[in-house]
């Protein structure tokens, strides 16, 4: 009787250090599906970031003063608008991207940061006017707010880059 006892108290004590394994396993599982998703968000970030069209849109975009108007958009080239609509578009995805929590902040602001911001004060009057012409407030949208919320970062810097914000970081 004694044996059985001893028995089945190894038995709990075995079923319980089998439950805690099995915790501690998938902790670890959804700490490895957390890092795999991110960086597949980010893969995603850096492939339309990359495209030649999204390259072309930028490369004209840049070249823009800030707060261009509709008007001298319009009139600086048969497909410029269509070259500001991508540019728009690409950011809309992003400024989602990080609402939803599906890309951090931090990695945009890494990644194509000051690019946003940059853009956005090049496009940011012709996207009121759109608004306006087309009544259509939510123009846009993410976009705006994803530059506005890249600027509010604390140590967001578009005069520092990142090969002297962190030059003294270490592998």
């Not at 038995?11 to 959804?30: D, K, L, P, R, S």
């Not at 123009?139 to 994803?146: D, I, R, T, V």
Request: proline content about 3%; aromatic content about 12%; hydrophobic content about 45%.
């Amino acid at each position: 009787m004694k044996e059985l006892t001893t028995i089945a108290n190894l038995a709990e004590i075995i079923g319980a250090i089998i439950v805690i394994g099995g915790v501690g396993f998938a902790i670890i599982q959804i700490r490895i599906f957390s890092r795999q998703r991110l960086e597949a968000a980010a893969i995603e970030v850096i492939r339309s970031w990359q495209s030649p069209e999204f390259t072309r849109a930028s490369s004209i975009i840049q070249q823009l003063p800030d707060s261009i108007s509709s008007a001298k958009l319009r009139a600086h080239s048969s497909d410029c608008e269509i070259k500001a609509m991508i540019i728009g578009n690409t950011f809309e995805s992003f400024g989602v991207m990080v609402y939803r929590r599906i890309v951090p902040l931090a990695l945009i602001d890494q990644l194509v940061g000051g690019a946003t911001v940059q853009l956005w004060r090049k496009l940011a009057v012709w996207v009121e006017e759109t608004r306006k012409e087309r009544s259509h407030e939510f123009f846009y949208e993410w976009f705006q707010w994803l530059a506005e919320r890249l600027q509010e970062q604390p140590g967001f810097n578009m005069l520092e880059g990142a090969y002297l914000k962190y030059r003294k970081w270490t592998p």
